[in-house]
Structure formats: structure tokens, C-alpha cells
């Protein structure tokens, strides 16, 4: 049918907002390592039919916000289709935005306080059930922590409005500063009311801090602007948590927080005040201890108890979903190249032509190498295609010279497209798993990325005996399928990952037997079988991921994105030919049991090292000699790729 898109065997999440994404940058990162997740970000004025697109894409829509993205969605037809969660800060919670959605169809409503959960329930139509709790984490490893000590040094971090108390910051600021004007107070954050710029601008020289009052703006190192800070402080009047303070106190730097609306839910009693004076006090107090401050965030707040809460969710959506549906291919791939009758469309959708080509060559030159040493470039052959989708090696045979070619295609579409465009070749529309669709007998027959859609396992033993019963003698059948070494399983109703021993006792018992199976790529495909690496397993998955994202990246050039699939198609295939092995899609060479046919294959004689090394040279100086090489995803990209070959 098509590339073996293995990312169809993880659930696809997509990401909506307005480009406010900060708080679901660690969150996407760390999903990314189980899920195929892409971010779309929409404008409001010209973007919102990009909505419907990205939700028939995935199958898991999230909506970082409570807004116009997720009133839109949930009014949409496709929504009563897909699960969609959505994340509801405290700032939609006091608008009219909750009251518009169409609640029947979000499945998962998260909170990150039980204050704000309580609000809303009271105020909206929401059912407290499909409701759940999970607070942000703070990832540990991106804060630096030492142990620290009283100081002099006050930090506030965040936007300054009406919600975070402005007037109660800048009087305590003063109250602090008057108990011991050795204090210096440092702000990391921007005005959202020039009206508050213009009052701490006036106030803070009548209140006489003109030396010790910084306002130094957003900081894009924060855990390095934090360095030198002994407090954090918070005037805040409602939060959902307040991350900046949990940022800081992952460093060991001591809170001092406002008793906003919700607070005693979060914070310890000791950590909080409720007049000026407590905040002088808790200040000013000798009571400092860095080791507490930190392991209050490790064991209530950290990135990974969030990532698992958020991964409980889900899977729970995704087991309630299976109980209700059955994989219907048929349906599926008609559906699909109906609508994208392409090369994305039997490829890894989202990632574009370019990516798709790559890793169709990857496919095509292993083949050809095979079909230049097994058949001996012989054209004076019968051949049957199953699954020929948009006719990439339909393409290959003809130009190869071949005569007698047949296909069967599970998509009308693709026998009617295909038979115009090749009028000389025969196409049928039909299952393979039913033998009315074979005549006679074929000295080749091919399946690329086929038989992994066929779910259910008797149909898939019967399309198996229908190629044995129609495979010539000495005739030769190639896959090309996601097979497994270490019997790894898909999560996904729509793709199978077989295992080796598996399909091998499958073809024994139909008179076929595996002569060879050779790895087609390393890591450019989803790499089910990573954990052939053992400690290196998740490299591989964050490589494939972080991939995935520089291929969907609009402000990447289609020229630089040429260069670096070029690349990573070169690096792959010297990965490949220094352990012969892949972590994805395998080439399988089938031969009827009887037949004691020599095939003597080395992947190596068709991967040119030398070529590979030479044309990396290249590539590599056109990386580095480029604007591409100051991209941040590309740099870690290529870091991964060298650990996979420590």
C-alpha cells in the first residue's frame, strides 16, 4: 500500500494554541518519547481552518487553553470522532470562554489546581467526571541546585498585572528595604499595563530604591539569572501554582508567597504570609534550608510524576476508545488516498514530500541491488504487486523494463489512478486476503508495507497462503515489513508489528521459508525495535522525534530541509553498515520450502561506504557553512546521531 508509516503504531497527539506555549514545552518533549505528537500553532483571524485538518490527523487533540481554538473544535463535526483534552489555566476560568465550549465533546478537562476545578465546575456545564487534576512539573534537571544561605538578593519572576498584586510587591519591596536597605530586589518579567510601569517607576524613586530596584525584562536563561538570588517572591493574588517560585525553589533558593486564593492546596503553611509584616519576617528570618526547599518540588511537583499522571490519562482514554472500535482497513486506505493521493498519503503524513522521497530511496536502492543480483536485471518476468498505493515501484518496474506486471489495491483509487497512468499493466481493486483475485502463477511477487495493516491475524494467514499458492516454483517474494527481533508490539489498531519467529512459522506452514532479512533504515522510521540499544534506547526515539519536528517546521527552507535529509539519509546508512542492523522496517526475501535456492546477499555490497563517507563530507560542510547549522533541534539531532554510534 505504502511506506511503512510505524508512527501510525503510536497515537498521534497534536498541540493547539496561539503560540502561548510555554507551559507544554516539556510536556510535548517528554510525550514525544510513546506518542507522534506535532504542535499547531493558530492565529485566530486567518488560521482557524487549520483546525480541521490537524484534528483529522491525529487522534488525540489537545487544547493547551480554554479559548476560541477549543470553542471552534468542540462545534466541529470530526470532534465527536476524536478524544480531546484540554488544559484550563486559571486566567480562562473568569472569562466567558468556558460557557461557549461544547463540553460534550472534551473528554478530558485538566486542571492544575482542585481551586480552579472547583470554580469552574460550579459556574460552567461540566461534568466533574470527565475532569482531573494534574499540576505542572518542574523538570529537576534543567534547574541547577547547591546549597545556599540567607542573602540579600529578592527575586520576582513573571508578568506584573493585576492578577500577580503589583501595588502589594512594590509596598513590600519597601517594607523589606526599610527593615535593612541591604536588600536588592531584581525583576525578571515584563509590564502588561503600562500604567504599572509608569507607578513603580515613579514609586520606587520616592520610595528611595533607585539603587536597589532592577527591572531587567525577560530573561532566556533563567536558571542563570536565578544564580545569585537568595528569595523568590510572590505577591500574587490567584495562581493555579506560581512555576517561577517552583522553578526557584528546585535551585534551593527559599519562597517567600503571597496566601493567594488556592495557596494552602500547594504550599506548606510555613512558606506563605498573609500581611507585609509576615513577609518581612520570613525574609529577614535565619531560617534557611536549600535541601527542603528542592525535595518539596522532587517528590510533589516534578516534571516526571506530572508526564506519568498525564500518561495514566491517556492510556485510559485510548483502552475506553479500543473497546468501541475495530481497525477496518479497507475503509481506512480508501479513505485516505482518496483524500491524499501522494506521497504523503502511503507515507508518514505531516513530514512532508521531501522526508516521505528519502526514505522511499532508502527502499528503492536496497532493491534495486537485490533485483540486479537475485533476478539479474531479467525483465522477462511475471510480476504482482499487492498494495501498489500511489505507484512508487509501479514506477520502478516500468522504468526497469518489465512487461507482464499485475497489482491488486485494496483502494479504487489507486487501480483506477495507476491504470490510466500505466495502461500496459493490469490493476485490480480487491482484498489480497481473497484468492479471486490471483490468476495463475508469478516469478515475483512484492508487498511493501502491506501486510501490516492486515490486523487480524487468520486474514493475514490467508493472504500469506494466497501468495504461496501463487508464487512460481522457483519464483522469489519480497516484503517489505515492520518485523521485529525482540517481539515488540504495536499499541495501535491500525498497524501490526510481527515478530520474526512468528512470521516465519506463519510461512513454514505455507510451504515458504525466510531465506534472508536485511534492515532498510536505522533510525530515519520509527524505531519500535530500540531497545537493541539498551541504554541508548530513548536516544533513538528522541532522535526520530526531534526529526519529525524539523521536517514539519515551516520557517525550515525546503532547500536546507533537502540538505539535512540528505545528511541524516547518509548517516543512517553508515549506521546501518557498521552494525547491520536497523531498529525499524525490514526487507524479507521468501522463497518457496522446496526450492534450495543459493542466495548469497550482503546489505554492504550495495551500500558504498566510500560514496556514503564522501558525499557526508559534503553534506556536513553545507550544514555548517549554513544558517541551518544555528538551528537548535538540528544541533541535538546530530549530537543523538553520534551517540547511537559510541
Given at each position: 500500500m505504502g511506506e511503512v508509516n510505524i508512527t501510525n503504531g503510536r497515537k498521534k497527539i497534536v498541540f493547539f494554541s496561539k503560540?502561548?506555549?510555554?507551559?507544554?514545552?516539556?510536556i510535548i518533549e517528554k510525550l514525544s518519547?510513546?506518542?507522534?505528537?506535532?504542535k499547531a500553532i493558530i492565529k485566530v483571524s486567518t488560521d482557524m481552518k487549520m483546525i480541521d485538518k490537524w484534528m483529522k490527523w491525529a487522534d488525540i487533540c489537545w487544547f493547551e487553553w480554554c479559548d476560541e481554538l477549543l470553542i471552534y473544535a468542540s462545534k466541529l463535526e470530526i470532534a465527536k470522532q476524536k478524544k480531546i483534552i484540554c488544559r484550563l489555566h486559571s486566567y480562562e476560568a473568569f472569562t466567558y470562554y468556558p460557557a461557549q465550549?461544547?463540553?460534550?465533546?472534551?473528554?478530558?478537562?485538566?486542571?492544575?489546581?482542585?481551586?480552579?476545578?472547583?470554580?469552574?465546575?460550579?459556574?460552567?456545564?461540566?461534568?466533574k467526571g470527565n475532569t482531573i487534576v494534574i499540576p505542572n512539573g518542574v523538570d529537576m534537571s534543567k534547574w541547577s541546585y547547591k546549597q545556599r544561605e540567607p542573602g540579600f538578593?529578592?527575586?520576582?519572576?513573571?508578568?506584573?498585572?493585576?492578577?500577580?498584586?503589583?501595588?502589594?510587591?512594590?509596598?513590600?519591596?519597601k517594607a523589606i528595604y526599610d527593615k535593612d536597605n541591604r536588600y536588592k530586589f531584581y525583576i525578571a518579567g515584563q509590564f502588561q499595563d503600562t500604567r504599572y510601569l509608569l507607578y513603580f517607576q515613579q514609586m520606587s524613586k520616592e520610595f528611595g530604591l533607585e539603587n536597589n530596584f532592577f527591572i531587567e525584562g525577560w530573561q532566556k536563561d533563567l536558571d542563570n539569572w536565578l544564580e545569585d538570588k537568595n528569595y523568590i517572591l510572590c505577591t500574587s493574588v490567584l495562581e493555579s501554582q506560581n512555576m517561577s517560585v517552583m522553578q526557584a525553589m528546585a535551585k534551593g533558593i527559599k519562597p517567600v508567597v503571597h496566601n493567594f486564593v488556592g495557596a494552602k492546596g500547594i504550599y506548606p503553611d510555613e512558606y506563605l504570609w498573609n500581611t507585609i509584616d509576615e513577609a518581612v519576617c520570613n525574609i529577614t528570618e535565619e531560617g534557611y534550608?536549600?535541601?527542603?526547599?528542592?525535595?518539596?518540588?522532587d517528590i510533589n511537583y516534578s516534571l516526571e510524576k506530572q508526564i506519568n499522571a498525564i500518561d495514566k490519562m491517556i492510556n485510559e482514554l485510548i483502552i475506553k476508545d479500543k473497546e468501541n472500535i475495530s481497525f477496518d482497513y479497507i475503509e481506512y486506505w480508501n479513505n485516505r488516498l482518496n483524500s491524499n493521493f501522494n506521497i504523503e498519503g502511503v507515507g508518514n503524513f505531516g513530514l512532508g514530500e521531501i522526508y516521505n522521497k528519502l526514505l522511499y530511496k532508502c527502499r528503492i536502492d536496497i532493491w534495486d541491488g537485490?533485483?540486479?543480483?537475485?533476478?539479474?536485471?531479467?525483465?522477462?518476468?511475471?510480476?504482482?504487486?499487492?498494495?501498489?498505493?500511489?505507484?512508487?515501484?509501479t514506477e520502478y518496474f516500468y522504468r526497469k523494463g518489465i512487461q507482464d506486471y499485475e497489482a491488486i489495491d485494496i483502494s479504487s483509487k489507486s487501480s483506477i489512478e495507476l491504470q490510466h497512468r500505466y495502461p500496459k499493466y493490469q490493476f485490480k481493486n480487491g482484498d489480497i486476503c481473497e484468492d479471486s483475485h490471483y490468476e495463475g502463477e508469478y516469478d515475483l511477487i512484492f508487498c511493501a508495507d502491506v501486510l501490516l495493516n492486515i490486523t487480524n491475524e487468520n486474514q493475514f494467514k490467508k493472504a500469506i497462503n494466497n501468495i504461496s499458492r501463487h508464487l512460481c516454483a522457483d519464483g522469489i517474494c519480497i516484503f517489505f515489513e515492520p518485523i521485529s527481533t525482540i517481539n515488540t508490539k504495536s499499541q495501535s489498531p491500525q498497524v501490526i508489528i510481527r515478530d520474526k519467529e512468528y512470521i516465519e512459522k506463519v510461512f513454514i506452514d505455507n510451504n515458504l521459508v525466510l531465506v534472508d532479512m536485511q534492515p532498510v533504515v536505522f533510525f530515519m522510521n520509527y524505531p519500535f525495535d530500540r531497545n537493541l540499544l539498551g541504554r541508548k534506547s530513548n536516544n533513538a526515539l528522541y532522535l526520530f522525534n526531534l526529526i519529525c519536528s524539523i521536517f514539519k517546521d515551516t520557517t525550515i527552507s525546503n532547500q536546507n530541509k533537502q540538505i539535512i535529509g540528505e545528511y541524516l539519509l547518509n548517516r543512517d546508512r553508515q549506521l546501518v553498515y557498521n552494525n547491520k542492523l536497523g531498529l525499524s522496517e525490514k526487507l524479507l526475501i521468501v522463497q518457496k520450502s522446496e526450492i534450495n535456492k543459493n542466495i548469497n546477499f550482503d546489505l554492504r555490497e550495495i551500500l558504498?561506504?566510500?560514496?556514503i563517507n564522501s558525499r557526508l563530507k559534503v553534506l556536513s560542510s553545507a550544514i555548517y557553512n549554513n544558517e541551518i547549522q544555528q538551528h537548535n533541534s538540528l544541533n541535538k539531532v546530530i549530537e543523538l546521531v553520534n551517540s547511537l554510534e559510541d
Open positions: 503560540g502561548d506555549d510555554n507551559f507544554i514545552i516539556d518519547i510513546q506518542y507522534e505528537t506535532s465550549v461544547n463540553w460534550e465533546c472534551v473528554d478530558k478537562l485538566i486542571f492544575v489546581s482542585e481551586d480552579i476545578q472547583k470554580y469552574v465546575i460550579e459556574h460552567f456545564k461540566v461534568n538578593n529578592v527575586a520576582y519572576v513573571g508578568y506584573i498585572n493585576y492578577k500577580k498584586g503589583p501595588m502589594l510587591l512594590l509596598h513590600t519591596i534550608n536549600s535541601d527542603e526547599y528542592r525535595s518539596f518540588i537485490i533485483f540486479n543480483k537475485i533476478l539479474n536485471e531479467s525483465r522477462d518476468i511475471r510480476v504482482l504487486e499487492l498494495g501498489p498505493g500511489i505507484g512508487i515501484f558504498n561506504i566510500k560514496k
